[in-house]
């Protein structure tokens, strides 16, 4: 078999069995031998991946694959004290100073880039969360060779037991918190390979030579159980994801840049769980309590991530009353951050807006600055797929349905299948909506529940939604603890048993 070692511009390139591609002059150009291609079969994307990066890519994943063979030497109580390690260094004002200034750096490099830094920022309480995720792993229940069930028979016997999976490769987008969520497989005696974002990989590199290095050595953990991969470039993604020796792919970021790295890894027979679209939905039937659905709208749009509330439905025979709450409600979360909102109404919802608030216009404050726009306008039905990517200014839609059958409708035609809350005090329609509705998050209230930590106690990897389809076997929210295989062990207490 012949390596690839050029392309030319305008050369065809086939992918999904009968579709064809060409190579760009910027391709052609860039591509130099020893370089790799990766033909992305659903879309026909070509991903080049410079022989650096692959060989980086594919040194740490060796590393990775060599200590998760040594952990299996490692005790429990050297896994945990690697977690309360890591924890303490963190806790140190003198180790966090060093974190925090790289941090810095990384926030005024986005800024120049008018780039998002909501989540990139380290603040008191993400160090908190972070601190209080490394915790809670150094004091969870050892799991990494549990029995889950035994059945006897005559002459002997066979046990279900937890094993680790092996090399998990997580790409994250700029986050610096991902290393308190993810540094959980360990727990389950996995080891872990990072690509974070550019965004935040000043900060990453920062708390891998402050907090986790010096960790990993304390504990005696061998050095390559958690790495992370030094490439502000996507290509170094592409490498993890495609690399065989991966036992496990997870991917959390923006949408699109998410569903191609989940291509990358299927098509290299790498198993994946993506964590991207997100936007919860929030429906208020006629049994609607008004005072309840203005708590739970306000308290859904205090920040923007995936399970912010980005679309909410009315039925119409509570439009005239639900409205104004809603437009207040959007004012009382815009008001908390010392800012203004932004509704996105269909034509019905517009109908019960008063003229003066439709008349105002408010200023609006994005990642590429501010705008002066009104604080409601009209949307099409056909956008309700759409996941207001806001900064400063919460940004929702509004749809007024005919009755709660036709939100559901809506939500499962439109949605990303993900976060859905009824307001109601029907009962019967609390389970009509659980039972109907496409998702696997459902509640009553505010949306901002759906996280891994906060309602389960248990730092997450990332959130599924069921965009493409119900998960097997497994909940939406991918944790340290989560991330295992299942061996079988027999015992024959009786040598002339056999078949």
Known sequence: MVALSRLSEGQPIIFGGNRVTQVSSELAAAFQPGDRLVVVQDSGALLH??????DQVTEAVSAAVNAFAELAEVSDEQITEFFGAFADRLDDETTF???????????????????????????????????????????????????????????????????PLGVVGFVFEGRPNVFADAVGVVRTGNTVVFRIGSDALGTANAIVEHALHPALASSGLPPATVQLI????????????????????????????VAQLGSVARQAGVAVSLHGTGGAWMLADAAADASRFALSVQHSLDRKVCNTLNVCCVVRERAADLVPVFVDAVRAA??????HGRIHADRHALEHVDTAVRNERVTVHRVDGSHDEPFVSLIDRERLGHEWQWEGSPEVTLVVVDDLDEAIVLCNTHSPRFTVS???????????VYRLVEAPFVGDGFTRWVDGQYALDAPELGLSNWEGGRMLARGAILSGDSVHSIRYRTTVTDPSTHR
């Open 334 to 339: 815009a008001a908390d951050r010392d800012g």
């Open 230 to 257: 030094d490439s502000p470039l996507h290509a170094a993604g592409w490498a993890l994801f495609s690399n065989p020796q991966v036992g496990l792919a997870v991917a959390r970021g923006s949408g699109s840049a």
């Open 422 to 432: 009824l307001i109601s005090d029907d009962h019967r329609a609390h389970d009509r």
């Open 97 to 163: 100073a060093a974190i925090q200034l790289a941090n810095r750096g990384d926030i005024v490099r986005a800024q120049a880039m008018r780039r998002s830094t909501t989540r990139l920022e380290l603040s008191a309480s993400m160090r908190a969360a972070m601190i209080d995720g490394l915790r809670t792993w150094q004091h969870a229940k050892a799991t990494r060779d549990a029995v889950q069930s035994s059945i006897v028979h005559e002459g002997w016997s066979i046990e279900t037991r937890r094993s």
């Open 49 to 54: 991946i410079p022989a650096a990066v692959s």
